[in-house]
C-alpha cells in the first residue's frame, strides 16, 4: 500500500450542490484517509437543488415556517442510505402521512385512496361497475407484476444476487407500458384512472411520455422494490422536521470552500499534467485534480463543450430532461373539487383520455405532509406542480423549476455505461439521473463517486434498494489507484437477493423494528376477482400511495 504522507492534497471540485453533490462533498471532506481541499461550487443562489426550504409567512404575518417545494418525504425500507446520511449528520424525521387521489375533468370524476369513506368521496361511484373493475384489476396486476419482477430477477441473477444472464432475454423486456396492458386485456379505465396517473405522478413526466415508452420491466421491478405491488406491510414515511435545508445546512457547515451564484461554464481537462481547469461565468480559472460533476447529464456536457470525449456525448447525451414548475400557494381550486377527496398527493387533469395529456399536475397537500406546518396559522398549503391553470395571484408565495430526467430504453442503456466514462478522464458523474431519479439515488450516487476517489463511508452503501443489480460502483481514477491504492467500492451481497429473504426481511421489520405500519387484514384475500369487500378494495386503492422526489 503506498503510503499517505509524502502525497500533496488533492484539489478536487464538486459542481453542483443537490444531494448528489453534497454527499460527494461531505464524504471527501470528512471521511477521506488522505489530504484533500474539497470546493463546492453552485450556480444558484441557494444549496440544495430539489433540498428546498421555503420560508412561508403564517397567515397574521407573525412567524414563518419552512416548506419544502422539491424533496418531501423518505422511508426506511426504500431510502435506506439517505437514513443512515441524516443519522449521521444528527438531523431528527417526523411522521408524514401519505395518500393518493385522481380528479379528473374538472372533478366530473374523482377518488381518493386514503379509506373507505374518501375512496367514494364521489358516492355516485359506489354504483359505479368500472370502478369495482378498476379495483379487481388493481390487484391482478399487483399479482401478475410481482411474478413478472420474480422472473426477471431469477433469470438475472442466482441466489446469492450474483449476475448469471442478462434479462434482455426476459420476454418482457422490451415491452413498454402501453403494450403490455393491450395484450393482458386490461381496461381503459384501470390504466386512464389508475395506472397512468400513478406513473406519471412519479416520474413527474406527462402521461403521453410515460405511457408510450415506458418500459414495463423498469416499472415493475420499481413498483415491487418500493412495496407498491402488496396491499399489507406498508411503509412508514417521515419528513425532515423543519424541512430538508436542516441537513443542507448540516452539510455546508462541515465544508470550508462553498460557492453560491458561481456559475461554471467550462470544464478544460490535461491528462499530460493531470489537471482539471474550471473557468466561471466571470471568465476566473482556478485548476484541481479532479472533477465532479454532480449536475444533470445535458448539463455536464455543455460545460465540457468541446473537450467532452465521443462516450462521454454518446452516453451523457441519450438521457433527456423534462423541466417542471412549481407553485408554492393556498388556492384550493387546485385540489379536488371534494373536500373528501383532498388526498396528501392530488393529480389533477381537466381531459377524459389520460394519456393524450401534454402535462402532469400534482398538488401535494403540504400540511398533511409536513406536520410542522400548523394549518391554523398557514392555512391550507399548496405545491402543485405545472398547474391546470394559474393559481389565483394573492394566494401565490413563490414559484420554482425542478428538472427530471425522461425514462425511456435510451435511459436505461446509458445508465448502464454509464461506468465506462466515469473516471477516465479526472471526471466523475453523479446524479439521481444514473438510477431512478429520486433523492435516495442522488445521495447514492455522490456517496459512490467520493469512495471511487478514495473515501470511506461510515455506513454501508446499498446499492439498488438492497436489490439486485447489474450495476457496479464506479472505478476509481488512476491517480487514486497509483497514489493510494483506492480500490473499487464493494458493496454488500444484495439483502433481497430472493423473494424468500424480502418476505423475511419485511416480516422482521414489522415484527421488530416498527419500521412499517401494522399489518391490515384482508379479509377474503387477494385472489377475489368479483365481489370484494371493503376492506380489500380500500387496501388495494391505497397502495397507489407512492413515492416523493
Request: glycine share 6%.
Given at each position: ?278 473557468t466561471d461565468a466571470n471568465g476566473k480559472t482556478e485548476v484541481f ?261
Amino acid at each position: 500500500m503506498p503510503t499517505n504522507q509524502t502525497k500533496p492534497t488533492k484539489r478536487i471540485a464538486v459542481i453542483g450542490s443537490g444531494v448528489s453533490g453534497l454527499s460527494a462533498a461531505w464524504l471527501l471532506s470528512q471521511h477521506t484517509p488522505f489530504e484533500t481541499r474539497v470546493s463546492l461550487f453552485e450556480s444558484g443562489d441557494y444549496f440544495g437543488g430539489h433540498s428546498h426550504t421555503v420560508d412561508l409567512h403564517s397567515l397574521d404575518k407573525s412567524e414563518t415556517v419552512g416548506v419544502d417545494t422539491g424533496f418531501i418525504v423518505c422511508n426506511p425500507i426504500t431510502y435506506p442510505n439517505l437514513l443512515a446520511f441524516l443519522e449521521c449528520l444528527n438531523v431528527p424525521l417526523q411522521p408524514s402521512d401519505m395518500s393518493f387521489a385522481v380528479s379528473r375533468n374538472g372533478g366530473a370524476f374523482e377518488w381518493n385512496g386514503n379509506n373507505t369513506n374518501t375512496l367514494f368521496a364521489q358516492r355516485e361511484n359506489i354504483f359505479n361497475p368500472d370502478m369495482w373493475k378498476m379495483v379487481s384489476q388493481v390487484l391482478r396486476f399487483n399479482e401478475q407484476a410481482d411474478k413478472i419482477a420474480r422472473e426477471a430477477d431469477d433469470l438475472e441473477f442466482d441466489r446469492n444476487g450474483n449476475v448469471r444472464e442478462d434479462a434482455k432475454a426476459h420476454p418482457y423486456a422490451k415491452m413498454t407500458l402501453s403494450e403490455f396492458f393491450e395484450q393482458f386485456g386490461y381496461s381503459k379505465f384501470f390504466y386512464q384512472n389508475y395506472i397512468v396517473p400513478m406513473t406519471a405522478a412519479i416520474w413527474s413526466t406527462p402521461a403521453n411520455m410515460t405511457f408510450d415508452k415506458f418500459p414495463l420491466l423498469t416499472l415493475v421491478r420499481f413498483m415491487r422494490n418500493h412495496i407498491l405491488l402488496q396491499v399489507d406491510n406498508r411503509p412508514k414515511w417521515m419528513t425532515v422536521d423543519g424541512g430538508s435545508r436542516k441537513y443542507v445546512e448540516k452539510v455546508i457547515s462541515q465544508l470550508t470552500d462553498t460557492r453560491l451564484n458561481t456559475r461554471i461554464t467550462r470544464v478544460k481537462r490535461s491528462l499530460a499534467d493531470g489537471t482539471v481547469t474550471l473557468t466561471d461565468a466571470n471568465g476566473k480559472t482556478e485548476v484541481f485534480d479532479h472533477v465532479i460533476f454532480a449536475t444533470h447529464s445535458d448539463q455536464a456536457l455543455a460545460i465540457l463543450g468541446d473537450d467532452a470525449t465521443e462516450d462521454e456525448r454518446a452516453i451523457l447525451g441519450s438521457i433527456k430532461f423534462l423541466n417542471n414548475r412549481a407553485i408554492l400557494h393556498r388556492d384550493e381550486k387546485l385540489m379536488p373539487k371534494r373536500k373528501l377527496a383532498w388526498a396528501s398527493w392530488s393529480y389533477l387533469t381537466e381531459i377524459s383520455n389520460e394519456t393524450d395529456s401534454q402535462t402532469m399536475c400534482l398538488t401535494y397537500w403540504m400540511d398533511n405532509l409536513q406536520p410542522h406546518i400548523d394549518p391554523r396559522k398557514f392555512g391550507n398549503v399548496f405545491v402543485t406542480m405545472n398547474p391546470l391553470f394559474e393559481p389565483e395571484a394573492s394566494k401565490v408565495v413563490a414559484e420554482y423549476e425542478y428538472t427530471h430526467p425522461l425514462y425511456s430504453p435510451e435511459t436505461i442503456a446509458a445508465q448502464d455505461s454509464l461506468n465506462t466514462i466515469q473516471n477516465n478522464n479526472l471526471t466523475t458523474f453523479a446524479g439521481a439521473w444514473t438510477n431512478y431519479g429520486f433523492h435516495e439515488d442522488g445521495l447514492t450516487s455522490g456517496l459512490l463517486a467520493a469512495t471511487s476517489l478514495g473515501a470511506v463511508c461510515p455506513f454501508e452503501i446499498s446499492l439498488n434498494g438492497g436489490y439486485p443489480t447489474r450495476r457496479v460502483p464506479p472505478p476509481p481514477p488512476a491517480w487514486a489507484v497509483k497514489e493510494f491504492g483506492v480500490k473499487q467500492y464493494v458493496p454488500a451481497k444484495p439483502r433481497f437477493a430472493t423473494d424468500e429473504a424480502r418476505q423475511a426481511f419485511l416480516k422482521n421489520v414489522l415484527e421488530n423494528h416498527s419500521i412499517v405500519g401494522k399489518k391490515k387484514q384482508v379479509g377474503g384475500g387477494l385472489g377475489m376477482t368479483t365481489v370484494m369487500s371493503a376492506a380489500v378494495l380500500v387496501v388495494a386503492i391505497a397502495s397507489a400511495v407512492f413515492y416523493f422526489k
